[in-house]
């Protein structure tokens, strides 16, 4: 667990490293983590956002290609969501029975399907900038037999925009000199914003309890 937070906190270093050492391979890394991260319910916490933001910072140096960025993450993220979906309308019942309470909590479920209820196809792109709810509402959305049409134009929407919103601020304000030498806090910053709306709707409804 310490090993992920440290990279976490110091993933341009990491992926300095990285570049430097496997090259084109890099790719190959950033497409797994952005999948894995939407496209399986047990792996909400890799660092979606920190890590396209990061991304983005490199490209600006010229280290890595922003077009095949924009191509890696926008198919990566499509397709999680896709595969998400996927899992969730064939065998949701019996992931959650096999993963429910060990991998899977109940109340990301509960918090992804009040979330669906609420805004309804909207949710598919919304959750694109909420982490953890991002990963569990395209598996609701499958569990609760949405058309795949109608969640197809949100999911290719939204991962459109969360990937061009991350990629483009990393690259334009990511080596910010301020920003590059706090950038163990901005990373942190990122975190905190991305699950602010989260923290709001809790402290909502425990003070309507």
């Known amino acids: 667990m310490s090993i992920a937070i440290d990279f976490i906190f110091h993933m341009d270093t990491y992926l300095n490293a990285i570049v430097e050492n496997y090259g084109y391979l890099v790719y190959l890394l950033l497409f797994a983590v952005v999948f894995c991260e939407t496209g399986f319910v047990i792996t909400p916490f890799l660092p979606g956002d920190s890590i396209i ?7 600006a140096l010229g280290k890595i290609n922003i077009f095949v960025l924009f191509v890696i ?16 309308k ?24 009040l979330f669906f209820d609420k ?16 990963t569990f509402v395209p598996f609701v959305a499958g569990m609760s037999k949405m058309k795949y049409r109608k969640f197809g134009f949100y999911n290719i929407f939204g991962g459109i925009v969360w990937v061009s919103l991350f990629v483009m601020t990393g690259f334009y304000f990511g080596n910010i000199p301020l920003i590059k030498q706090h950038f163990s806090a901005t990373i942190l910053a990122i975190i905190v914003i991305s699950l602010l709306p989260v923290f709001v709707k809790y402290l909502i409804e425990k003070l309507k309890r």
């Open 53 to 59: 933001f990061a991304c983005g910072t490199l490209a």
């Open 119 to 134: 805004y309804g196809g909207t949710a598919v792109f919304l959750a694109r900038f909420i982490p953890i709810i991002r």
């Open 90 to 113: 064939h065998f949701g019942v019996a992931i959650l029975k096999r993963f429910g309470g060990r991998f899977l909590k109940q109340k990301n479920i509960d918090n992804a399907h």
């Open 73 to 88: 993450f926008i198919s990566a993220a499509i397709s999680g969501d896709a595969v998400n979906y996927l899992l969730g």
